[in-house]
Each structure stands twice: as C-alpha cells, then as structure tokens.
T-cell receptor, first 113, second 117 residues
Framework: AQSVTQLGSHVSVSEGALVLLRCNYS??????LFWYVQYPNQGLQLLLK??????LVKGINGFEAEFKKSETSFHLTKPSAHMSDAAEYFC???????????FGQGTELSVKP | GAVVSQHPSRVICKSGTSVKIECRSL??????MFWYRQFPKQSLMLMAT?????????EQGVEKDKFLINHASLTLSTLTVTSAHPEDSSFYIC?????????????FGEGSRLTVL
C-alpha cells in the first residue's frame, strides 16, 4: 500500500522568502512522486514529477523537489515566493507513472506582501 | 499541452435526482480515466478507475450503484450520481491517462462542483 503525508496543512511565507512544503511517502515499490497545485475551484496542474531518473527534479514556476529515499521524502521548494504562488499544493504517489494517484492531505500556501 | 474538459463545471440539483458529469480528453485518446471527489479544504479521494470498454474498478467504500461510471469511447468517461442527496455535494475531478502504457502522463480536468439541495 502507498500513502503520503504532508506536514503542515497551512504554510505562510513572506513574498521573496523561501518556500518549503514537506512531503513524506510510504511505498512498498519504487515510487513515482508528484507535486500538483490547485487554485480555488479549479483542477490540478502538475508542477513536477519524480520518475526514478534524477533525484533533484525541476518543475514549472521555479519550483523544485528532491527525492530522498533514505528519508522517504519529496519536499517541494522555491527560493523566492511570489504572491501568485498562493494556492493549495498536493503531493501524490503512484506505483507507475500513469497509474492511480494517492494524494496527501494538501498544504495551503499563503504569501504575505 | 493535452486538455481534459469536464462538463458541467457547476451543477445544482434537487435531492433525489440524478446528475451526469462528463470528462473528455480533447486532443488525445485516453484508455484510462480516474474519478476523484474532493470535499472543501480536503484532499482528493480516488473513487474509481475507468477503463475504455470495460467495467470501472471502484475503490473500497465507494458505492458502484450510486456512482455509475461509463467509459464508452477513448475520449469520454461519464460519472452519474444517482438519486443524489446533500451529502453527495462535492467537487468531482477526473484525470485522463495519455496512451496505453503505464508511463502515460495524467492530465486533470477543471473539476465539476455538485450542489444537492
């Protein structure tokens, strides 16, 4: 069975500050890991994904995440937050690149001016 | 990029009626589609996996007679909420897998918000 835990349901940062959203996973097989962003009343947009290639994954909008097997983590970071980054972020795991996704609880990111 | 469209985006219905939500892959063929529901301020919960030409696979705890899923073509899957009740009010999101292999990328629809009065 697979599962995802996102630490912190709400993270608040100042504009220009580092963004760090935490994700830990559990998987009995090599995982495929994803980060999605959701704006209010909209679907999900893929930020980045780990599919067993490079452990440091770069995504859209300046986001990146590092796969750390020893820590079973896949934390999302961005060096400098923008107001437009305020949204809900979901970490997800799958046993294949195109299989069903198991989502974490989500982290709401607020960006203060 | 690939586009997945859901219709309607919002629907309000009376208790006891049935509502159909469509999920279409507009520019690619999707042999597999997934249906999720999302309660306010909560995560997405997988409801079922829809495979073209075969019966959907439902997750534990999801009533298959309540949530009817049909995947009749490679570009369309439908979710019908039968005899809807207020507790069925939710945000329903579909995703479609491009291609037939397990490495096919997933694309999400914009979601459909159902309100049952």
């Amino acid at each position: 069975a697979q599962s995802v835990t996102q630490l912190g349901s709400h993270v608040s940062v100042s504009e220009g500050a580092l963004v760090l959203l935490r994700c830990n996973y559990s998987s009995s097989v090599p995982p495929y890991l994803f980060w999605y962003v959701q704006y209010p009343n909209q679907g999900l947009q893929l930020l980045l994904k780990y599919t067993s290639a490079a452990t440091l994954v770069k995504g859209i909008n300046g986001f990146e995440a590092e796969f750390k097997k020893s820590e079973t983590s896949f934390h999302l970071t961005k060096p400098s937050a923008h107001m437009s980054d305020a949204a809900e972020y979901f970490c997800a795991v799958s046993d294949t690149a195109g299989g069903k996704l198991i989502f974490g609880q989500g982290t709401e990111l607020s960006v203060k001016p | 990029g690939a586009v997945v469209s859901q219709h309607p985006s919002r629907v309000i219905c009376k208790s006891g009626t049935s509502v159909k939500i469509e999920c279409r892959s507009l520019d690619f063929q999707a042999t597999t589609m997934f249906w999720y529901r999302q309660f306010p301020k909560q995560s997405l919960m997988l409801m079922a996996t829809s495979n073209e030409g075969s019966k959907a696979t439902y997750e534990q705890g999801v009533e298959k007679d309540k949530f009817l899923i049909n995947h009749a073509s490679l570009t369309l899957s439908t979710l019908t909420v039968t005899s809807a009740h207020p507790e069925d009010s939710s945000f329903y999101i579909c995703s479609a897998k491009m291609g037939r292999s397990n490495t096919g990328e997933l694309f999400f629809g914009e979601g459909s918000r159902l309100t049952v009065l």
